[in-house]
């Protein structure tokens, strides 16, 4: 369903036999009152470019992948896969990202962050929470964007730090980074990552188009040497994407 308020009837008890659910360019608006929508067969939850949806307050027991894009105010729910953009982080910045959430999110298996900056503070901060309360974690994929003169200081100085991700990523097994241009934070971001992952498979990078043939290469020599906790992990190191 796409561009719409979303309003109940009175006497409403739920879509008792929904499992897939796309919502693109809905307003939840306040008229919701805070009314909670029971969905016991949903598993699928995927919510574009949608406002007020704090006021979306569902009971989804069976929900597994929830996708989050464009929705600046949403909220994290706990899922076996989780697909979010930057602009969920504003939620995060808002309530000054915590180091660990209330509960960790034991369920979770998969996380896709999708036009990330790693070079930006905040928005790493929130990858590393997630990361850090995702003790389950087997995959996650990473699409970054770039953002022009960003001061890549304050991001390079956390992620050198001696507990910047003080636990172990022991189940991550497969990680995913596209249109990486190869900035010191993201340098680092790796190195973080094979350090704590004992589990790892497979690593596989797919710079930016925009990078040229020399600093692509560099990017390749300098991911090649950071050292590995796992003794299987292989990096796979592809053309760029167009």
Do not use: W
């Amino acid at each position: 369903m796409a561009n719409g308020f979303f309003n109940l009837p009175h006497a409403f008890e739920g879509f008792l036999n929904l499992e897939e659910l796309l919502l693109h360019r809905f307003d939840f608006g306040g008229r919701l009152c805070g009314t909670k929508i029971n969905l016991p067969r949903l598993k699928t939850l995927a919510l574009i470019t949608c406002t007020n949806v704090y006021n979306f307050n569902i009971k989804a027991t069976k929900l597994q992948d929830l996708m989050v894009i464009d929705c600046p105010d949403a909220m994290l729910l706990s899922v076996r896969q989780f697909c979010i953009d930057s602009h969920f982080l504003k939620f995060f910045i808002a309530e000054k990202i915590p180091k660990l959430l209330p509960h960790a999110i034991y369920s979770l298996k998969c996380l896709r962050l999708s036009h990330y900056q790693l070079a930006d503070l905040h928005q790493l901060h929130g990858a590393l929470c997630l990361l850090r309360n995702s003790p389950n974690l087997e995959t996650l994929s990473l699409f970054m964007t770039m953002v022009p003169r960003v001061d890549v200081g304050p991001a390079s100085n956390h992620l050198e730090s001696p507990n910047c991700l003080d636990c172990t990523l022991n189940r991550l097994q497969t990680v995913e980074i596209t249109y990486l241009d190869g900035s010191k934070p993201e340098q680092l971001f790796i190195k973080l990552l094979l350090a704590h992952s004992p589990s790892l498979d497979k690593l596989t990078i797919t710079p930016s188009e925009q990078t040229d043939a020399q600093k692509r290469f560099d990017i390749a020599t300098d991911v090649m040497q950071f050292p590995r906790a796992s003794p299987k992990a292989k990096i796979f190191y592809l053309n760029p994407k167009p």
